[in-house]
């Protein structure tokens, strides 16, 4: 909890929206009933994406999914189409010199540490999250964020033109009440995004 909390505040997410999310946590939502569920399927050159719901209504998610990929160029899969292509992990970016961030991030657990300079992505177990950044943070060092997310087991490069109908459909993906996260396999070249981000 504390870490879901954490990351909220990290993407300055309302304090109100944080206090709903822990009431429907907690079951204290007058009856209403939350399902996580994922939904598999492909947006166009072939990037898998796996989408993580939190719905009371299966019916409405179902469709508002469905319709986001319809509309913006992919394919709604059927379930286990695409989820053997990520792996659950814990992750976290950590800001600090390589010798500290690892010894620390190893101690406490970690199974991978990579990443230049002073930054740096920490992979665990997704058990080991909470105590590889108690690790972390007790050596002095500073966790920008960290979550329990599904990392993929390959990746699919996008070029400059099929880029923006992929995150096109994303995006769609993300902007749904249901959506709690899109996990995708694209490899986008950095000048590509940065290209992008000066158009929109």
Request: proline content about 4%.
């Amino acid at each position: 909890l504390a870490t879901a909390v954490q990351k909220a505040k990290d993407n300055s997410v309302p304090k109100d929206n944080i206090d709903r999310a822990i009431a429907r946590g907690a079951g204290e939502t007058d009856g209403v009933d939350y399902v996580e569920t994922f939904y598999e399927g492909y947006a166009s050159g072939g990037v898998a994406l796996y989408v993580q719901i939190l719905t009371d209504n299966r019916n409405r998610a179902a469709s508002d999914v469905r319709a986001a990929f319809n509309k913006n160029g992919g394919n709604l899969g059927e379930p286990g189409s695409v989820g053997y292509l990520f792996e659950q992990k814990g992750q976290l970016f950590v800001n600090g010199d390589e010798e500290s961030v690892m010894l620390a991030a190893l101690e406490g657990g970690a199974e991978d540490v990579t990443g230049e300079g002073d930054q740096w992505e920490v992979i665990t177990a997704p058990t080991d999250l909470g105590p590889v950044r108690s690790a972390l943070e007790s050596a002095g060092l500073r966790v920008e964020s960290g979550d329990v997310t599904y990392l993929p087991s390959a990746s699919v490069p996008v070029d400059a033109d099929g880029a923006p109908a992929v995150l096109r459909l994303i995006d769609a993906l993300e902007d749904l009440d249901d959506v709690q996260a899109v996990f995708a396999n694209f490899d986008i070249d950095e000048d590509v995004f940065a290209e992008l981000s000066l158009e929109s």
